[in-house]
């Protein structure tokens, strides 16, 4: 069965996103013909127009694999009959602090119908321990009439896309695997070796999906100690970059996360809750490391407009009226993704206390999603020089930063990228 799957086989890929799109994209040039499924019609129509929605998948790249015949995108469900391969990344995001796994749900319903005997059906959305095996078999089991590691295979391989990583890609970031058996691990190894470089086989598929919530949770948890010094490191006479610097050049021992003016994209805002929520259902007790990560990353924005209110208030300005210019919307720098991006808390935070709100962002187009009251500005020595202040969140290549040196009548750097008289370090 796993030599098979090493020839090019009929691939869906459900969800087109950040993550489903570089791997339908892959799929297709590695030589599988890939149906690339999606509930959102304008997005598959934009993919037909080989039209470029994700920092990692230029146009070109959707263009060869569709030129080619390879690559499908659709909205049709229909089309996902005969599949031999099937990987599900579609959104789980969390309502109301719970879990929602309906997309997840959705997918398995849709494919159900077209399962047949022999194929091969992988999630790959970040979710807690359980999910594959509690949630999605079933269901498949249930709408299908065919048994898990009998009739078919079933396994979960997490995700480990980094948008506008040029280091790091889908092809050479090892990728783990795993299989509610081991013909259904053999046969998923199979598969993902196709595609990258280094497969990592793991038995027991909750191993692995905890390793995906584990991987985001260190993340999360060394971001907020860092987050938390900082918002202290002043009142101690200290400067928490400089530390850090320090701090880095031990060749063990120490990892260099730094300060920010919060954490977004669906991993750090997300995943660790999926896990402390798993915990405190299943074991009734908390994991309180994690939820004190959370609260303290979640109140990033807020420090940041006390930091911006109390250098106004220096200046003998109030925050109602005072025209403040942001550099950056997307939580990441070089893309143009705004997923819980705390850029967006900050500006609400300080229009409801009256401030004229300017955003200079090339990454992201307009609208901001901001009530209107935010409006789409040039990174300019005019505007910075009409600016009250300006509050680096996102250090795009792009910003030409010498500039904001130069105009800026004070600005607030929550990325320790500007220098002068006239900076203030987060």
Known sequence: MADAILRPRRTVILGQGYVGLPLAIQAARVGHRVVGFDTDVRRVKRLQAAEPLSPDVPADQITAVLTSGRYTPTACPGDLAGFDVAVIAVPTPLR???????????????????????????????????????????LLEAASGLTAGTDFHLGYSPERIDPGNRTWTLQNTPKIVSGINTASLEAISA???????????????RDAELAKVLENTFRQVN????????????????????????????????????????????????????LSWKVRRQTGSALRLVEMADEINTSMPAHVVQRLTEALNRRGLPV???????????????????????????????????????????????????????????????????????????????????????????????????????????
């Open 191 to 205: 598969f993902y070796t196709s595609l990258v470089d280094t497969v990592v086989e793991v038995a027991s598929i």
């Open 96 to 138: 109301d602090g719970v879990p929602d796994l309906s997309a997840v749900e959705h997918a398995g319903q849709i494919l159900a119908p077209h399962m047949r005997p022999g194929c091969i059906i992988v999630l790959e959305s970040t979710t807690y321990p359980g999910t594959t095996e509690d949630v999605l078999k079933p």
């Open 223 to 274: 971001i907020a100690l860092v987050n938390e010094v900082a918002t202290y490191a002043r009142q101690l006479g200290t400067d928490i970059w400089a530390a850090l610097d320090a701090a880095a050049t031990k060749p063990f021992g120490f990892m260099r996360f730094t300060p920010g003016p919060g954490v977004g994209g669906h991993c750090l805002p997300i995943d660790p809750t999926y």
């Open 320 to 426: 109602k009226g005072s025209r403040i210019l942001l550099l950056g919307l997307a939580y990441k720098a070089n893309t143009g993704d705004t997923r819980h991006s705390p850029a967006f808390t900050i500006a609400r935070l300080l229009i409801a206390q009256g401030a004229q709100i300017q955003v200079v962002d090339p990454h992201v187009e307009e609208p901001f999603d901001l009530d209107a009251h935010a409006h789409h500005a040039h990174l300019t020595a005019a505007n910075l020089a009409a600016s009250d202040a300006v509050v680096l969140l996102t250090d795009h290549d792009a910003f030409d930063l010498q500039l904001v040196e130069r105009h800026a009548a004070h600005a607030l750097d929550c990325r320790a990228r500007l220098s002068g008289a006239n900076i203030e370090r987060l």
